[in-house]
C-alpha cells in the first residue's frame, strides 16, 4: 500500500514538474523581442543595461582568455569602448547625417560580431572538438579568428536551434488536455517564427555594418531603427550570456 502511494506521489510531483517547465519556457521566450514593436523611447534604460552587462562580462571571463592560446586573443577591452561608444550616435537624434548613421551602424555591428567571437573564445575546446560540416570549408577547419561574421552568425544559429529542441523534447501529450497541447503548439510555433526573425535581425547587423563599403549601396534605415536595433543588441547580449557559464570554472 505505502509502495502506491509512493508512485503516485511520485508521478504527481513529475506531472508538477512538467507543467512547470512548460509553463516557464511559454513564458520566457528569449526571442520574441525580434518580432514585437519595439518603443524607442526605453534606450537610455537599455544603454546602461548594456554598459553594466558588458563590463560584468569582460569582468568575469578576462582572466580565462588571457590564459588561452593566443590564436584566439579577442579584444575585450575593445568590446567594453564600443559599447560606450553607442552613447555618440544615441545622442545625435534624428538629426544625425548619413556618414553617422554609417558609422553606428558600423559600431553595432562590430559589436554584434565581436560578442560572437568572445562566445566561440570561451567554448575553443568544444569548437575544436565539434566536427559538424559547418566549421569546414572543403576539408579545412575554421579556427576561431578566421570566422567571418556570416559564418559566425550560422553557427551560432545552429547551437541555439529551436527545431532541434522541438524534437528531443517533444509535447508530453499524455500530461495534457487537448486545448493545452493546442495552445503549447501555438506558442512553439511562435517561438520559432521569433526564432527565424532573430535571424534575419543578425544578418541584418550583418548587411548594414558593411554600409561602410560604399561600393554598392546598402539600405542602413533610419535613426530610429537604429535605436530599436540597439534595444536588439541588449536583447541578444541576454541571449549569449544566457549559453555561457557562469564564470571560468
Known sequence: MHGIIFIFINMYIFNILVLFRYNTAMNNNRFSIYSSIIKS???KTVYEELIKKTNRLIQIWDE???????RYTVMLNWQKDLTKSLKHWIDLGDIISS???ILARVNLGMLTENLLKIFFT?????????KSKILYKKTKKYNVKELSFDRSIKIFLSIVDLSNFN??????????????IDDIKELRNKEMLDFEN???WLN????KRNAVHSFAYT?????RDFIKDVIKYNAFLDIIIEQLPYGPN
Open 198 to 200: 532573430f535571424g534575419i
Open 99 to 101: 556618414g553617422d548613421l
Open 167 to 180: 524534437k528531443k523534447f517533444p509535447i508530453p501529450e499524455e500530461f495534457f488536455e487537448k486545448e493545452d
Open 64 to 70: 580565462y582568455i588571457e590564459l588561452i592560446p593566443k
Open 219 to 223: 539600405e542602413i534605415g533610419s535613426y
Open 122 to 130: 570561451i567554448y575553443h575546446i568544444d569548437y575544436e572538438n565539434d
Open 204 to 207: 541584418n547587423i550583418r548587411c
Open 41 to 43: 523611447d526605453i534606450i
